[in-house]
Structures are given as C-alpha cells and as structure tokens.
C-alpha cells in the first residue's frame, strides 16, 4: 500500500478501504505529481473521496477502482469514505500530502 513511481512525475498509490480505515492513512507525493489511486475494499462497501480534487468512487468488496489527478499545488487534502458505512464512518479518512 501507497505510493511508488512508476516513471518520472507519476505515481500510483494502492489504498484499502475496510471497516472502518483507510490503509495507509497518509501518501506523499511531490507538487507536480501525477497520482493514479487503485482502490479497493476488502470489507462490505465504501468509497473513497479526495477533497479538492474531482475524485470519487465507489467501492465494491474485493472490485479494483482506479482514477488520476495531478497535484500542481502543494497542500494538504483529506480523503474520506463517500458510502456511509456504518458506526465507525466518520473515522474513515486521511490524507494526500504534497510537498
């Protein structure tokens, strides 16, 4: 899980999404980095939103989910789990670091 390069300026970052987490919980990654997220769940059904960012998707146990973004500004943006899931929903977040 999280990110490698895979060529220069582009990585992909690998996340899993259960009850009630996020693993890894926080990506780094440099400004001007183009980040493909692979998502999926391995527990009942979540999703996976990245604030600021046109990202969201929907995740089916065990079904891989992918979409890309290129960071151009360094900051922080939390990502958050976009199905309610049950009690432990809120706790579900983290966050993509740009530096």
């Known amino acids: 899980a999280g990110p490698r390069e895979v060529a220069p300026g ?4 690998v996340l899993q999404a259960f009850n009630w987490d996020f693993v890894p919980r926080e990506i780094r990654v440099p400004v001007g980095a183009e980040v493909t997220f692979r998502a999926r769940s ?7 939103a ?3 960012t046109p990202i969201i998707m929907s995740l089916a146990q065990n079904e891989v989910r992918e979409a890309t973004h290129t960071f151009d500004r360094p900051g922080e943006y939390p990502f958050v789990c976009s199905e309610y899931c049950g009690g432990g929903h809120v706790a579900m977040m983290g966050k993509v670091i740009v530096e």
């Open 10 to 13: 582009r990585y992909v970052a």
């Open 50 to 52: 990245l604030i600021d």
């Open 42 to 48: 391995s527990q009942e059904y979540h999703g996976f």
